[in-house]
Nanobody
Framework: QVQLVESGGGLVQAGGSLRLSCAASGRTFSSYAMGWFRQAPGKAREFVAGINWNDGSTYYAGSVKGRFTISRDNAKNMVYLQMNSLKVEDTAVYHC?????????????WGQGTQVTVSS
């Protein structure tokens, strides 16, 4: 069974940085697409960034492009989200997700989330 465990969230001032980590286990992930999503209070969950585990191709939401970087470590089965120049509107619970088909459209597995709070 696939298990995803996020860590690295916390409280940071606007303009600061955080790095989120997602530990993936239970499968060989070489064919997977991995994604980071976020959900702010009272808002719908939204896609933040995605990475193809095999070739490392990446995709970003327009709101984070140029500020966030998604990466993976194949040897450690880890996915990271480096977040720079954080804004108050980046405050949300961030979830790691896995799409076994590598399509970036259908994520079957989700982590429990980690809270990111950006203060002004």
């Amino acid at each position: 069974q696939v298990q995803l465990v996020e860590s690295g969230g916390g409280l940071v001032q606007a303009g600061g940085s955080l790095r989120l980590s997602c530990a993936a286990s239970g499968r060989t992930f070489s064919s997977y697409a991995m994604g980071w999503f976020r959900q702010a209070p009272g808002k719908a969950r939204e896609f933040v960034a995605g990475i193809n585990w095999n070739d490392g191709s990446t995709y970003y939401a327009g709101s984070v492009k140029g500020r966030f970087t998604i990466s993976r470590d194949n040897a450690k089965n880890m996915v990271y989200l480096q977040m720079n120049s954080l804004k108050v509107e980046d405050t949300a619970v961030y979830h790691c997700a896995a799409d076994p088909r590598g399509t970036f459209y259908r994520y079957d597995y989700w982590g429990q989330g980690t809270q990111v709070t950006v203060s002004s």
